[in-house]
């Protein structure tokens, strides 16, 4: 399908809730009937860890096997490795081999392309493509953003990220004038928010204050939830695991920005074409 849309889910600032965020969307999107493909682009292997797979380092064909064959120009199943997970999302998994490899990349031909040349073998198959980056903006992330179609920041409401953010701003910017002009951001996600608290309060404000003007922050906030940190050892998303948790509902409302979100550009695409 030609409307698939990558998205990279970034931040260089660890702890934000990146990978819940890449999760938690990725099964609300299957919810909704769309087909999504989750790449867990980190060599930590945290997304493939709360998605169910524990021993990361025992998995045979990683995300690191298909980037590798890129590299390697090996004609072999671009699919073949993709796990699949009961709540109706698949996974590109990782684990400590996307070190090696991304070593490996500052040497290779078309270094930042190789992420987007084996995406471009399997997202036909898929609605949604999301990418979980590691908490740095080295090669992989840069492979990541060339590879995506848009980027979402999930930002911490307890932390204000001034100089993190003008970097990840800064890196995006140099992202489209090198490597992918059509590289947009979605917007700020804000989450562990406890809006008990004056800090989280004032942290939000200044987020708006400081970056509003320039980046879309979008309307849901995700809370500060026990059930939400518990999930990640479970293998399972926050749906199945507290359908009715603040967090829950949170992410579900997150989903339905992100696809209608989706619906408003396919509109204008389509008047833009007429």
């Given at each position: 399908m030609p409307n698939c849309k990558t998205i990279a889910v970034c931040n260089q600032k660890g702890g934000v809730g990146k990978t819940t965020t890449t999760m938690n969307l990725g099964v609300g999107l299957a919810m909704q009937g769309k087909r999504v493909l989750l790449v867990d682009c980190d060599p930590q292997g945290d997304l493939t860890t709360c998605l169910?797979?524990?021993?990361?380092?025992?998995i045979p064909v990683t995300l690191a096997t298909k980037m590798y064959e890129i590299i390697s120009d090996e004609a072999t199943d671009a699919s073949s490795g993709i796990l699949h997970h009961s709540e109706g999302v698949?996974?590109?998994?990782?684990?400590?081999?996307?070190?090696?490899?991304?070593?490996?990349l500052v040497t290779a031909m078309s270094r930042e392309n190789i992420?987007?040349?084996?995406?471009n073998k399997v997202k036909s198959d898929y609605d949604y493509v999301l990418i979980d980056c590691r908490p740095s903006?080295?090669?992989?992330?840069?492979?990541?953003?060339?590879?995506?179609?848009?980027?979402v920041i999930p930002v911490q409401a307890q932390y204000l990220p001034a100089r993190a953010m003008t970097q990840l701003l800064r890196t995006v910017s140099k992202v489209k004038a090198h490597t992918n002009p059509k590289l947009s951001i979605d917007g700020i996600l804000l989450t562990l928010v406890d809006n008990r608290t004056n800090l989280a309060k004032s942290t939000t404000e200044a987020i708006y204050e400081n970056f509003g003007s320039a980046v879309r922050i979008f309307?849901?906030?995700?809370?500060?939830?026990v059930k939400a940190a518990e999930v990640s050892s479970k293998g399972k998303s926050i749906y199945a695991y507290e359908a009715n948790?603040?967090?829950?509902?949170?992410?579900?409302a997150f989903t339905k920005e992100v696809l209608n979100d989706a619906k408003k550009k396919e509109r204008l695409r389509t008047s833009e074409v007429r």
């Open positions: 169910g797979w524990q021993r990361v380092d025992e698949d996974l590109v998994p990782s684990n400590t081999d996307l070190e090696g490899l991304e070593m490996y992420l987007k040349s084996y995406l903006l080295g090669m992989l992330t840069l492979n990541a953003l060339t590879a995506a179609d848009s980027v309307k849901t906030k995700i809370p500060i939830a948790s603040k967090a829950a509902l949170a992410y579900s």
